[in-house]
């Protein structure tokens, strides 16, 4: 009975449930649209097939006005807060609010309408519920009977919880087949449970096999420095590790959310086995880094590899900044190397200065090595010069070297510094603003305060270059341009000799190995230009140049003048085979001298980058004239030579080994131990000098540097006569001197001694620059004087007897004293002093005095003569 009424319950319900939605059967196969009416919480069927409140979801938001389908969706839905006040199911309803919320816009006839169905609806409710208790009313009773026939029966059979409510037997019997079933069936299902979890980690091992192999390819990538692969399969495994472990959702600010795993994440037992893994993969990428930054010192390695490497470092995203690192690093091994390689190569130089004998060159060593170069330069074989061994060679060999080790350091190593630091610079290092970390963003802002580093440890290394080529060529700042400017007879200013200078090196020798050297520097230099570095290394560079093609000039013009000095000894009295009448010695000056002139122009006008040379190219004028000075000079000292070869026994240089043919047409060198024959031949020799030599090589002097040496000389003349003009004009016309009132003379007047004085000077500047100039430059000189003292006297508006003989006294003086230097000009110009003197005499001023005045004139002159001859000795015509 008691099952009965279990099922009779359950049959009840289902027919209630079939009946509520109009179904045949629980199992429809298809949709039916019921109608609207049907669908409301309190409608009359609903109540009569026993639905309570809550059974389904439409119920709560029912209208229980009938009126509207659903409560929701008027200004409230099913998720806020005050749903509950507006559903009439729930304690919290709100009468008002719900007519507020639901039917704010529901006319009053409507509102009436719904009360009534209201109330019929609250009446239906109660009738069902009557119906409800009176039909079911029999399985209330049959219930009720059953609970106490289960009741008695326990009280009955002592079913108490002492004796387990009778199932003590059950229970035990239940116990032993538990326990029987543990031991026959245990090991069984432990094994099949192994057994999923091998097959379990077989799948999974299967399933992320790349992921646990990757460090072993990881580690087999690296040694073969397969960094691309390394790379990829450290993204693609990370990829895996990040699906497999779950993702990090980010809001809409970009920040990291907390970590959720999805239904498809692995066992936390998993995550551990994954997590170890990818330990070992971050500790064999950390090796990958150091090794990676090791190669960054290493500065074998090509500029490519190495922005290769840098890039492959910003992909790791690295604490360390991998291209600052390469430049700190390559910056201090280019320092390294430079000063390295300067020591080695200086070091050879010194000991290649101890390895010298003393005095191992005197005039005539020189002297050989001198003609043995000139030799040369007429044979155009300059490998048979760089080739010798001799020590200047060597030394000079050396010093080139040094220059060409450094340049190639320098070209070698800063070009691609400086590339990689413009790169730098230019942001090219930079990923795009949409990946970059914060890690990145901290760099890049690093990076914007080492711009300016960069540039000076690029204009560090410039520095040390040329630091270290000022050393060794001992340079020294060039002084500005003289305001005037300086001529070939100008004062001779003490120079010393660098010490990179070897002592015993001829002149051609150094022009040779000094274009070299300026050649490879300057080469460098437009190489280390070319790549745009900043105006302080160019500065720099510019510099370097200018300091070192001044000093190279006065070191081809002190060698020059020095072998020109000793050139002399060169003459072996040989005769020219194209003109018998002269020596060789003719030619090999010409060649000497043109060797000498083609280099220092070369040096001075750039052209040493070529053999060609530029007419075009314009010469700086304190250049021009330390090389005119030095072309002068050397002509001055070889004609000074040619007199001492005449009247000095002849000593050969070598020894002559070859038999002189007897007869005199086929003899190719006269007898010098006959002084007639040396006379004879030195005049010839002096004769096409004149003629021919001396002009031809001032022409391609002048052609070359476009200057005019008469123009130079007669500058020189006129600022010198303007001085003089200067002290004769404020002597006669300045008002001390009153030429009217001068009773008669007492001495010669200060501004002529003042005048001469300077003719002192400009005798003694000619003599120690060129000699065969003085009696030109003071005839020309007494000429304009002379002619300055007529103007002044012209000017002058009587003389008395005293100013009449004064200034016949001081003209006279003048006139003695530069005795030897009177030009027929010049005498025709001191008689029209004279003349104009005597027209300008007043005779009322007592010419009874005159012959005895004149004899007083004639006393003074020669007193002042007298007193005045150490001092103008210098005027005096040799005897």
């Not at 980058?609 to 021009?624: A, G, L, M």
């Amino acid at each position: 009975m008691y099952r009965l009424s279990i099922y009779d319950t359950q049959f009840s319900e289902e027919a209630a449930v079939l009946k509520h939605y109009g179904l045949d059967n629980l199992n429809p196969d298809h949709w039916e649209e019921e109608d609207n009416r049907k669908s409301l919480r309190y409608s009359i069927s609903d109540f009569s097939n026993n639905i309570t409140p809550g059974d389904e979801r439409s119920c709560d938001d029912a209208d229980p006005l009938g009126l509207k389908q659903n409560v929701f969706g008027y200004g409230l839905d099913e998720h806020d807060k005050e749903k509950s006040q507006i559903i009439v199911g729930k304690k919290t309803f709100n009468s008002k609010l719900f007519l507020r919320q639901v039917h704010s816009d529901t006319p009053y006839a409507d509102l009436l309408r719904g009360a009534d169905f209201l109330r019929y609806t609250l009446d239906q409710k109660s009738e069902a519920l009557r119906n409800l208790v009176q039909d079911n009313f029999d399985r209330f009773v049959s219930a009720k009977n059953t609970i106490d026939t289960v009741y008695g029966e326990m009280k009955a059979k002592s079913l108490n919880p002492e004796s387990g409510y009778g199932v003590n037997v059950l229970d035990n019997a239940i116990s032993d087949a538990c326990d029987r079933a543990e031991q026959v069936f245990g090991p069984v299902l432990a094994n099949r449970s192994k057994a999923d979890k091998i097959r379990s980690t077989l799948s999974v091992l299967e399933k992320y096999k790349y992921f646990f192999n990757l460090p072993s390819s990881l580690m087999e990538s690296m040694k073969q420095q397969k960094y691309d692969m390394v790379i990829r399969d450290y993204k693609k495994g990370k990829v895996v590790l990040d699906s497999t472990m779950g993702t990090e959702g980010t809001d809409t600010n970009g920040a990291a959310s907390e970590r959720e795993y999805d239904e498809t994440a692995l066992s936390a037992q998993y995550r551990k086995v994954f997590d170890k893994v990818w330990l070992e993969v971050d500790k064999i990428m950390e090796e990958m880094k150091v090794q990676l930054f090791k190669q960054l010192t290493e500065p074998w390695r090509s500029m490519e590899e190495q922005e290769k490497t840098i890039n492959i470092l910003l992909e790791l995203e690295t604490v360390e900044d991998p291209v600052w690192h390469y430049l700190d690093s390559q910056y201090k091994f280019i320092i390294d190397l430079l000063k390295e390689s300067y020591q080695e190569q200086l070091d050879k130089i010194q000991a290649l200065k101890k390895s010298f004998p003393e005095n191992y060159s005197n005039n005539k060593e020189m002297a050989i090595r001198l003609k043995k170069s000139i030799r040369c330069v007429n044979l155009r074989d300059f490998d048979s010069l760089i080739a010798g061994k001799e020590m200047d060679v060597q030394m000079w060999k050396a010093i080139l070297e040094i220059v060409k080790s450094l340049s190639d350091l320098l070209l070698r190593c800063l070009p691609d510094f400086w590339k990689l630091s413009k790169s730098f610079m230019d942001g090219k290092f930079q990923k795009s603003p949409t990946v970059l970390s914060a890690n990145k963003r901290r760099r890049q802002g690093m990076d914007l305060r080492k711009v300016d580093q960069c540039e000076k440890m690029a204009s560090g290394v410039i520095e040390l270059y040329a630091s270290f080529l000022s050393e060794l060529f001992s340079l020294s700042p060039i002084s500005d341009e003289p305001s005037t400017p300086v001529t070939p007879i100008s004062p001779i200013t003490s120079y010393k000799k660098p010490s990179f200078v070897p002592s015993h090196s001829d002149s051609v020798t150094t022009c040779y190995f000094l274009t070299k050297v300026l050649k490879e520097m300057n080469e460098c230099v437009n190489d280390i230009n070319s790549i745009n570095m900043a105006s302080d290394a160019s500065g720099t560079l510019s510099t370097l140049m200018d300091q070192t093609r001044w000093c190279f000039i006065e070191v081809i013009c002190e060698t020059w003048n020095a072998d020109a000095k000793n050139f002399f000894y060169l003459e072996d009295w040989s005769l020219d085979q194209d003109n018998r009448e002269i020596t060789n010695f003719l030619r090999n000056f010409h060649i000497f001298h043109k060797y000498n002139s083609r280099s220092a122009y070369k040096i001075a006008s750039l052209n040493y980058v070529s053999d060609k040379e530029d007419n075009k190219s314009k010469i700086p004028e304190n250049y021009f004239y330390k090389i005119k000075e030095a072309f002068l000079n050397s002509i001055y000292a070889y004609l000074e030579g040619l007199v001492h070869l005449v009247f000095t026994d002849y000593t050969p240089l070598e020894t002559v080994i070859e038999k002189e043919p007897t007869d005199i047409i086929h003899k190719t060198r006269i007898d010098p131990s006959q002084m007639d024959s040396r006379i004879l031949l030195t005049i010839s020799n002096f004769s096409n000098l004149k003629q021919l030599m001396i002009p031809r090589i001032v022409s391609q002097f002048e052609t070359a540097y476009k200057c005019n040496m008469v123009e130079d000389i007669e500058d020189y003349i006129k600022r010198k006569s303007a001085n003089v003009r200067d002290i004769i004009t404020n002597g006669i016309l300045s008002g001390e001197i009153d030429w009217s009132n001068i009773s008669k003379p007492t001495e010669v007047h200060s501004f002529v001694y003042e005048a001469l004085l300077s003719l002192v000077l400009v005798h003694a500047q000619i003599s120690d620059i060129a000699k065969p100039l003085i009696n030109r430059a003071l005839t020309v000189l007494l000429e304009s004087m002379a002619h300055d003292c007529l103007e002044a006297f012209s000017k002058v508006e009587k003389f008395s007897l005293g100013g009449m003989c004064q200034a016949t006294l001081e003209i006279e003086f003048m006139n003695q004293t530069l005795a030897q230097y009177v030009s027929p000009q010049a005498q025709e110009t001191l008689q029209l002093i004279y003349t104009t003197i005597e027209q300008l005499y007043d005779t009322s001023s007592g010419n009874g005095r005159l012959d005895s005045e004149l004899s007083s004139v004639k006393q003074f002159l020669i007193e002042s003569r007298k007193n005045t001859s150490l001092q103008f000795m210098c005027f005096k015509k040799p005897k």
